[in-house]
């Protein structure tokens, strides 16, 4: 059981340059999400996704889109990659609503936008 | 929107100290949850509550969930270096179907 693998888990960027972080999950959860992590700020909720072919916005989701057409894949694309989009992004998984009985985070992707 | 806070933001213990972090939502939450995110690491699940006024244990760790269900704690006896890491709490208010984090608290233990 692999749980929720997350590709890569590195990455540096130019500006404007456009890439997806890619998410994977084993475990038949209907629930996933992504969030990115930053200093002192905790972890906060990008989009996330209820079921395949249903997404909706989190707290900061702006220069980021998802789709999710299986339940295995939740991939988060970035448009046109600003400095202020560096960070540790997680991706998240649960069978409960709302992350209900604890959601399984992946290992994280570091970007750095230069 | 809801909003989840939590503290001390850092706190630095001696081994075999206790330490304890709060947090504090501002609407009722149907459910916390705690996660420990080593330095480094990703955040991993320890624990849900959903009960007003539920107490459990998980061995050092105990976790209590406010009677009016907008407050929890995490308190660890005798902290040990493995405890070392930042504990987040994370509130789910049922409505969203999305948990809201706290800001963590990050531990460190000295031997």
């Known amino acids: 059981n692999a749980g929720v693998t997350q590709t890569p888990k590195f990455q540096v960027l130019k500006t404007g340059q456009s890439m997806t972080l890619q998410c994977a999950q084993d475990?038949?959860?209907?629930?996933m999400s992504w969030y990115r992590q930053d200093p002192g700020m905790g972890l906060r909720l990008i989009h996330y996704?209820?079921?395949?072919?249903?997404?909706d916005q989190g707290e900061v989701p702006n220069g980021y889109n998802v789709s999710r057409s299986t339940t295995e894949d939740f991939p988060l694309r970035l448009l046109s990659a600003a400095p202020s989009q560096t960070s540790v992004y997680f991706c998240?998984?649960?069978?409960?609503?709302?992350?209900?009985?604890?959601?399984?985070f992946g290992s994280g992707t570091r970007l750095t936008v230069v | 929107g809801q909003q989840v806070m939590q503290i001390p933001q850092y706190q630095h213990v001696q081994e075999g100290e206790d330490f304890t972090t709060y947090c504090n939502s501002s609407?009722?939450?149907?459910?916390i949850q705690w996660y420990k995110q080593r330095p480094g690491g990703h955040p991993v699940f320890l624990i849900q509550?959903?009960?007003?006024?539920e107490v459990k244990k998980q061995k050092r760790l105990t976790f209590q969930f406010g009677e009016a269900k907008k407050n929890s704690s995490l308190h660890i006896t005798a902290t040990q270096t493995t405890d070392v890491g930042t504990y987040f709490c994370?509130?789910?208010?049922?409505?969203?179907?999305?948990?809201?984090f706290g800001s963590g608290t990050q531990l460190t233990v000295l031997p």
């Open positions: 475990m038949n959860h209907e629930y």
């Open positions: 998240a998984s649960s069978a409960g609503t709302g992350g209900g009985g604890g959601y399984t």
């Open positions: 996704s209820v079921g395949a072919g249903i997404t």
């Open positions: 994370a509130g789910d208010s049922g409505s969203a179907r999305q948990l809201t």
């Open positions: 509550l959903v009960k007003s006024g």
């Open positions: 609407t009722t939450l149907s459910n």
